[in-house]
């Protein structure tokens, strides 16, 4: 067969798979797992139900009053919102129940929560991402990384199954609750997008076999911190300028990330001064959307090596973030 009929037959392949629902295409697609004994599937499945609740609490956010600060802070010193804490009560409490997870670690917790059970996944989330944005109305979303645990279970946990590199995860997806909800995610066969229907309750494929754009024209970085930015960053938000990018910062990660997946971008988040470290977080922010990026033929870094490959030294380690188009993140890589 030649290159071109192959690439039709695949091409055809893809649309009739488009309004699948997100069960079936899992099921579809079991096999693909290196271990595919179904758990990993369930797992997903969890996690979308979960993500369904979710979507319908940020949906009524403006009618009842479950908005706001709670005036207490998260690990990382954020103003955690009350919708954070929803987000992660239910996330937790379907992971729980649903038996496949032995140990969460998430954003609204110093340290991970060990399930007690024979589960073989270890899952990173960050329930409801974008809290300044929840408030206001404006898109927010929910990030996730799964692994293998590495011990036997039934053996007391260990730092081994909780710090893994994001090159080790077998899966990561995000849930976007924007104008429409998405669910995106990747088993390291390529990255698929599902859209949420709310009259039928269902996910239903609508992105098949999403590719990133090796370049782009949009840059996403929050200029407002440019003082405390690098020379190296700030030469680089001329170079943007003066090829006329266009610039366009949600502030909420998930989004601007999906956007640039989908038109081409970059979105960096530097160390500053104020963060010297970077802000955003390696585990349950940057590794699941790096994996992805990767999956869909783009690039992330920290501006100086791939971000899979950074060693994980604790739950809530922080690194600088450039990810999107491939030739672009290449191009801002030098920048030094
Ligand atoms: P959060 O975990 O408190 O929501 O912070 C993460 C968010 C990202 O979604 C977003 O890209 C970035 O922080 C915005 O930060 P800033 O307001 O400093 O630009
Ligand atoms: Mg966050």
Redesign the pocket.
Known sequence: MNKTNATSIESSRIAQSIGLTLDRFIKNNQDQFQYASGELSQLLRDIALASKVVNREVNKAGLIDIMGAMGTQNM?G?NQQKLDVLANIRFTRALAKGGEVCALVS?EAESFVDLNNEGKYVIAI?P?????NIDVNVSI?TIFSIYRRKTQTGTPLQSIDILQKGSEQVAAGYVLYGSSTMMVYTTGHGVNGFTYEPSLGEYFLSHPDLKMPEDGKIYSI?EG?SNSFSNAIRDYIQYCKDQNYTAR??????A?FHRNMLKGGI?I?PITSKDPHG???LMY?CNALAFIAEQAGGKASNGHNRILDIELKELHQRTAFYVGSKNMVTKAETFK
């Open positions: 990382a954020d954003e960050d409801l991402d974008g809290s300044s979303g929050n911190s910062y949600i502030g909420s990660l998930v601007d979105y988040y802000k955003l977080r922010e």
